[in-house]
């Protein structure tokens, strides 16, 4: 079972891989300016005025950063949380950049990593926004040798340290038990229907188990609820052969559920980046194919093309293409760690290893996309990169977005008691 996660992680780590330099672009665009499409382009020629979006090819994200360190915490039979949250916190900090050696960090991640090299002087309200990113990051708990019962608490565990939001837990909780279903199959005829068998089980399975999710700090109604979602929007999808039809089903039935129409499946949000994945992976003919045609989606393409990238993996084996694999920067490093990952020993060396050789590629990226805006001559029009006073003011902007309607009620009532 340890080499078909190592199959797994490195199936992730070349998804996050292939998407990493499409990130932000929609679907339509990158067919228009890449129809040549080949792993690694240099993005430059897409973005014209949008150059504070660049990514350096070859490169990876906080994705597969973060799935090194969720398994260098893995410890036989338990998750040692602690150890994982000082890592990230003793992350080294680099001249210029909030978030240590962290590529492209979403909210909840940035979230993370700010409240752990600055601890707010009082305990802040739950962070609430969704992150699809959490989900194939946490792959490495499967190493765990336990049952199913601490696998489920050590997959809450992780992602509630990023943030609260129902989705996000359920979307970690039904990939990582997917991957293991799939692993310990004999029998594979087809991908979406042992899926949706999946996804039952694994809903039924968290109905059962129900105190532990309640344990673990959230609501398991809204998490068994999330569980069904993905099953039911799978079943509703079963029928359709192409891929853009899926999307459109899926956008369909989400768009339901939330006050906003849903145009992407590539959107940053587990409800229909999960079951689209999902979807992608199902429908390519060539496995191999699976990770330029989930990157080429552009939206939160890291998250997309390392959850298909995982799933199809667990499902066909060892399916990353040479040309892929190879054009993975730092890829025998990588590799080492995922070996590391699986052995049980030496795991304090994937911390330091990452601090060794993370920080150069992300300061080399930093030096590049700074030339390559001053070269820009729009570049005032694109964003400018956050100092850290803006990313610390943005995250007190999201913590008090989040407050309820009845928590704010509270506090207006307190601050007023208290007004002379």
Wanted: charged share 25%; hydrophobic share 35%; net charge positive.
């Amino acid at each position: 079972m340890n080499d078909d996660i190592k199959k797994i992680l490195t199936a992730l780590v070349a998804g996050d891989a292939a998407g990493y330099v499409f990130e932000g672009m929609t679907k339509a665009h990158i067919k228009s300016v890449f129809r040549d499409l080949k792993p690694f382009p240099d993005p430059e020629a897409a973005l014209k005025n949008n150059m504070h979006k660049w990514r350096k090819p070859g490169l990876y994200s906080s994705i597969s950063q973060f799935m090194l360190l969720c398994g260098a915490g893995v410890d036989k039979k338990i998750w040692n949380r602690k150890n994982f949250l000082q890592m990230v916190k003793d992350s080294p900090e680099l001249p210029g950049l909030d978030y240590s050696y962290f590529r492209n960090p979403d909210s909840a991640e940035r979230r993370l990593i700010l409240s752990l090299k600055n601890p707010p002087p009082e305990q802040a309200p739950p962070f609430n926004r969704p992150c699809s990113g959490i989900a194939p990051a946490a792959v490495p708990l499967l190493f765990l040798k336990t049952g199913e019962e601490n696998l489920m608490t050590a997959l809450l565990s992780y992602s509630l340290l990023f943030t609260h939001d129902p989705g996000t837990s359920a979307a970690a909780i039904a990939l990582t038990f997917l991957l293991k279903d799939f692993i310990n199959s004999d029998e594979k005829r087809d991908m979406l229907k042992m899926s949706i068998r999946s996804l039952e089980k694994t809903a039924d399975f968290a109905e059962r188990h129900g105190n532990l999710i309640f344990e673990s700090g959230v609501n398991p109604d809204y998490v068994i609820k999330k569980l069904r979602s993905f099953q039911n929007t799978l079943a509703e999808t079963e029928g359709i052969e192409k891929i853009d039809d899926c999307e459109k089903a899926i956008c369909s039935i989400a768009g339901k559920d939330n006050p906003s129409p849903v145009a992407r499946a590539s959107i940053n949000l587990p409800e229909v980046l999960f079951p689209y994945a999902l979807s992608i992976a199902a429908r390519c003919k060539n496995p191999g194919d699976i990770f330029m045609t989930a990157a080429a989606e552009g939206g939160s393409s890291s998250a997309l093309a390392s959850i298909a990238g995982a799933i199809a993996s667990a499902y066909y084996g060892d399916i990353v293409p040479d040309e892929i694999l190879a054009g993975i920067t730092n890829r025998k490093k990588l590799m080492t760690l995922i070996d590391i990952i699986s052995t049980d020993k030496n795991k304090s060396s994937i911390f330091n290893e990452l601090n060794s050789s993370e920080p150069p590629l992300t300061l080399k990226e930093a030096e590049e996309y700074n030339a390559r805006n001053r070269k820009n001559p729009d570049k005032n029009q694109g964003k400018k990169p956050k100092t850290r006073k803006d990313a610390e003011t943005e995250i007190s902007k999201h913590i008090v977005e989040s407050w309820t309607k009845i928590d704010k009620a509270k506090w207006k009532k307190e601050r007023n008691k208290h007004k002379t």
